[in-house]
């Protein structure tokens, strides 16, 4: 695997026509770290994740990688989504290919997809169409496809955000797992605080739109020794519900009075 | 208040109906049997619309004497080609139309212009242009074709997920790569219910291209029965056109359960 990008954020503006959405937003991520980005709905978490990763355009600032990846790299920037956007018409195996096919010749494409349905557990669904899939697996899928292009920075849009509690705390764990054996740099969006701190450990917290750094929180703790019960965990999630709480119910009302 | 007391009536089912191929030829079957009884019994005149059996004769013979094959034979050609011509380029058009901003507009103007115009009434200028030969009957197919083609694939494509294009944007796909790969499969399924109406469309149209100017074809064969007011051969060949919408909407159920095994 890639030993991850340092990704720089330097007064990262961005606007849709008059309504300014985010503004000077200031961020490292340090290689093989897990950024993760809160803050209330509407808050730009998504759009900042969209600028990081190349599919928006900001309307000022500027996103810069830094570092060196691996020669079997194929897609630095990698994204996994929150509607896990497999393609319905491939089977697991063809949506993990999906990349792979274009650039790696057929037995290398082969076993690099073998190799990651087996971290991933799905090598006996290899075959099935997604619409055959639970969300978890659906989302592992999401998440095969992406550890199959050996990425140096993981994108993560609300990627749990789609499954039910089980499930969530289930593939949460697995998150973990892998992130700390692919020790990729990861920004990773949520609303769920507890997710935030079981996995991150630069948090990054949002104001309300226009969304601007509010707070930096960092947890220290590897990853791997964090459980959801820990006390010290729990008192950062109180204290970042305290930072976002005013935040949250008034996005809340904006959204209810907003025009339709 | 009003008091409720007893089971829950089950009010889930339905809405998902299934094809059943006894229902369908039974239906068929049924319809000639009647039609049969009716020219039988004199309810029908058969001077104007003769009984199944004497269609069926009458078809016989035509195969026997090799006179449908040779009528046949180059309505198939014409079909083939000015179909294929017509799907080729107007799933490319479709694509274009679905994809670059640049040729939505114009080409959908153009498309909207030309649509409406009966393609019957360009048969005339289509062969001040093409000749009497092939080409103003494939040509009058392939512009049948086109259009409706143009539509149904520019509607796929527009309800292609953006999220599953932007999906291939980041991880790095080219544009080739996402139409290829994203955008054509997905648009797949409303090129194919297109198929089912452009083949229809394509039959008519080749039927009234040959009525015009074709020394041999269904068409012309139809039309030649007529004048003779050879009521027989004029109902084999239209019973030859239906069976041939038959077969080419088999053909597209084939397709589609191959294709589109993932829904």
């Not at chain 1, 691996?70 to 393609?87: I, K, S």
Request: hydrophobic letters at 50%.
């Amino acid at each position: 695997m890639s030993d991850g990008l340092r990704l720089v954020l330097r007064g990262v503006c961005h606007a849709y026509r008059d309504l300014s959405v985010l503004q000077d937003i200031e961020l490292v991520a340090e290689p093989g770290e897990v950024l993760v980005l809160v803050g209330p709905s509407g808050c730009g978490k998504s759009t900042l994740l969209g600028i990081m990763g190349g599919l928006l355009s900001p309307s000022a600032g500027s996103v810069r990688v830094e570092g060196a990846v691996a020669e079997d790299c194929l897609n630095p920037l990698t994204y996994v989504f929150q509607d896990f956007a497999l393609l319905p018409w491939r089977s697991v195996a063809g949506n993990v290919s999906l990349v792979l096919e274009q650039r790696l010749s057929r037995a290398d494409c082969a076993a690099r997809v073998a190799e990651v349905l087996t971290l991933t557990g799905l090598t006996e669904f290899a075959r099935a169409w997604p619409r055959q899939l639970s969300g978890g697996m659906r989302q592992r899928v999401g998440i095969a496809r992406a550890l199959a292009v050996r990425p140096a920075c993981l994108l993560m849009d609300e990627p749990l955000s789609a499954l039910d509690a089980q499930t969530r705390d289930l593939l949460l764990e697995e998150f973990v797992a892998l992130i700390e054996r692919a020790r990729t740099t990861t920004v990773y969006v949520t609303h769920n605080l507890a997710e935030a701190v079981r996995l991150g450990q630069q948090i990054v917290v949002l104001s309300r739109r226009p969304g601007r750094v509010r707070e930096v929180v960092r947890i220290d703790r590897p990853l791997a020794g964090r459980s959801a019960t820990d006390r010290d965990l729990l008192q950062v999630e109180t204290a970042l519900w305290r930072m976002i709480r005013d935040d949250a119910v008034a996005a809340e009302r904006e959204i209810e009075h907003a025009p339709h | 208040m009003r008091r409720i007391d007893g089971p829950v009536r089950f009010r889930g089912g339905g809405f998902s109906p299934r094809e059943r191929f006894w229902a369908a030829a039974g239906t068929l079957i049924g319809l000639v049997a009647l039609w049969q009884l009716g020219c039988t019994e004199g309810v029908i005149p058969t001077l104007f619309l003769p009984a199944p059996v004497n269609i069926a004769v009458e078809l016989w013979h035509l195969t026997v004497s090799g006179e449908l094959w040779i009528n046949l034979k180059p309505s198939l050609e014409r079909l083939a080609i000015g179909w294929s011509v017509g799907t080729v380029f107007g799933i490319g058009m479709g694509l274009a139309v679905g994809l670059w901003s640049a040729l939505r507009s114009p080409g959908m103007a153009v498309v909207s212009a030309l649509f409406p115009i009966p393609k019957i009434a360009l048969v005339p200028l289509f062969i001040i242009w093409f000749g009497i030969g092939e080409g103003s009957k494939i040509v009058t197919v392939a512009i049948g074709v086109f259009f409706p083609t143009v539509i149904a694939t520019a509607g796929g494509v527009d309800n292609v997920p953006r999220s599953l294009i932007r999906m291939g944007q980041s991880f790095g796909l080219s544009t080739g790569a996402i139409v290829r790969k994203i955008v054509l499969p997905g648009a797949l399924p409303a090129i194919l219910s297109g198929f089912r109406v452009t083949a229809s469309i394509a039959i008519v149209l080749l039927v009234a291209a040959e009525m015009i100017g074709a020394e041999h074809g269904i068409g012309a064969f139809v039309l030649s029965a007529g004048n003779l007011y050879d009521t027989d051969a004029l109902m084999a060949g239209i019973v030859v056109l239906s069976v041939l919408g038959l077969v080419v909407a088999w053909v597209i159920g084939l397709l589609e359960r191959g294709l589109l095994a993932w829904r």
